[in-house]
């Protein structure tokens, strides 16, 4: 086993685009910032008091949705996979370390949306 590089995850993630990671066309094509008006006022997004955690971004966590949809997962499952696939860290964009959706975030969101 060697000991990681500097570019190892960037060389990583441009394989995995070489290869044709489905995200980045699924990207390409669906333009997801046109559903933030719609689901910032859905959700009541503005003005919040302060303290507390910001909840995450709204088009962030819609993503999220359509990836569970996309392969009839769980939010405990997703909480998971989402840690787990640099390709899913990518298409949320996320980074490696930074705190992600865990499934009871995941869960609230889609109940306050629904």
């Known amino acids: 086993m060697h000991a990681p590089g ?4 960037t060389d990583h ?3 995995l685009s ?3 990671d489905p995200l980045e066309v699924l990207e390409r094509h669906v333009d997801f910032e046109v559903f933030r008006p719609v689901l910032v006022e859905a959700l009541g997004y503005g003005e919040r008091p302060k303290g507390g955690r910001p909840p995450y971004d709204a088009v962030v966590m819609f ?3 359509v990836l569970a949809l996309m392969h009839n997962l769980s ?3 997703m909480e998971f996979l989402i840690r787990d696939r640099f390709s899913w860290l990518r298409f949320l964009g996320f980074q ?3 705190p992600t959706p865990d499934q009871k975030t995941i869960w ?3 109940e306050k949306l629904t």
């Open 96 to 98: 490696i370390g930074e």
């Open 13 to 15: 993630l441009a394989r």
């Open 6 to 9: 500097l570019f190892d995850l």
């Open 18 to 20: 070489a290869m044709g």
């Open 108 to 110: 609230l969101f889609r």
């Open 63 to 65: 993503k999220v949705l």
């Open 75 to 77: 939010d405990e499952r």
